[in-house]
């Protein structure tokens, strides 16, 4: 799984703030470092500084507090650096190279060249996703989004989800009709598993910050319910806000859990 260079930057960002923090409560520490060493069935204390080793008696405890918050503090440090100085290397590596391989999946002559390396292994799943199915035609204006083998989505978080199911070979259509007794819907993606052959049905809820969707979510997911197609059972849902977008570490997270993890 290839990590986003966005969310290596949020990480990068959130290590130096606790670094920063760790700077900060250094200059606040006694001098000294807390040596504890065992005698018999109790331990000494014993603090190190550059004239030597002295021992500090236990009526000192508030000194050996600071003394031992500083020495978690100091190994915390050792550890939040090496991370983030794997995170510099990671950004050095991968910076100039994301996102090429999603790019040539969505040129117009090389996803063509390209399309027979990533279809269902499975010629009777494969015959399936490539057969015609009556899809949503409502709000077409609203396909605005390029997915994979030409096909237009509704949003950036379909496209996500489109593209990661296509690279793993995982049957699906986008859009397909399906009956709930006297109900219609179109979930957003219904899927096969490409072993067991298995429907799955994935919804992405992206606008929870409006309260009228947030109702209508919870009615759909009541009605699916009510037909037998439970939510992590059956059915994947993934949900949305303005401040929490769905990420592609999520995405793969779930394909990997559903329809993977049978093939490790």
Known sequence: MVINCNI???KEEQLQKELNSINNKEKK?????LRCAKNKSRYKWFVKKQKGTSYLPKTQRDLAEKLAEKKYYSYKKQELEGMLAACKAYLKIMQPIEGQTEKLLYHPEYSKLLDKHFVPLNE???EWQNTPY???NKYEEALIVKGTQGKMLRSKSE???DMVLYKNKIPFRYEEKLALGTTILYPDFVIRHPMTGKYYYWEHFGMMDDEEYRSHTCNKIRL???NGIIPTIKLITTFETKDNPLSIEKVEMIVQEYFLNSYL
């Open 29 to 33: 520490f006694p001098k000294g470092e």
């Open 8 to 10: 290596m930057k949020k």
């Open 124 to 126: 009777t799943l494969l």
């Open 159 to 161: 496209a996500i989800i």
């Open 224 to 226: 699916y319910c009510e």
């Open 134 to 136: 009556e899809h949503c």
